[in-house]
């Protein structure tokens, strides 16, 4: 089973960037579709990104889009959340999720099957 392990989270000043990690362990992590999700305090766990399998569709929150990136790399069992031009809205954690199949559809969590233990990202004004 993937276990997932996500980093890069931290303090970044408005209009800045940062990237995040999601480290699957495993060898079955092509074989997921990835996610990724964030949870403001006080607010319920929101998509932000998706990635297919093979890398080759990708979806985005409409907050987010222009803005970040997802992409993976199969060889190295990651998915990446590239983010720019960060606002103080984005300030949550962020989770990567997996997904054996795509259910209710990718911007869903309850689709994904496992999840990681997320990562702070602060964004100040």
């Known amino acids: 089973q993937v276990q997932l392990v996500e980093s890069g989270g931290g303090l970044v000043q408005a209009g800045g960037s940062l990237r995040l990690s999601c480290a699957a362990s495993?060898?079955?992590?092509?074989?997921?579709?990835m996610g990724w999700f964030h949870q403001a305090p006080g607010k319920e766990r929101e998509f932000v990104a998706a990635i297919k399998r093979s890398g080759g569709d990708s979806y985005y929150a409409d907050s987010v889009k222009g803005r970040f990136t997802i992409s993976r790399d199969n060889a190295k069992n990651t998915v990446y959340l590239q983010m720019n031009s960060l606002k103080p809205e984005d300030t949550a954690v962020y989770y990567c999720?997996?997904?054996?199949?795509?259910?209710?559809?990718?911007?869903?969590?309850?689709?994904?099957?496992?999840w990681g233990q997320g990562t702070q990202v602060t964004v100040s004004s």
């Open positions: 999720a997996a997904a054996q199949g795509t259910g209710l559809g990718l911007r869903v969590s309850r689709t994904y099957d496992l």
């Open positions: 495993g060898r079955t992590f092509s074989s997921y579709a």
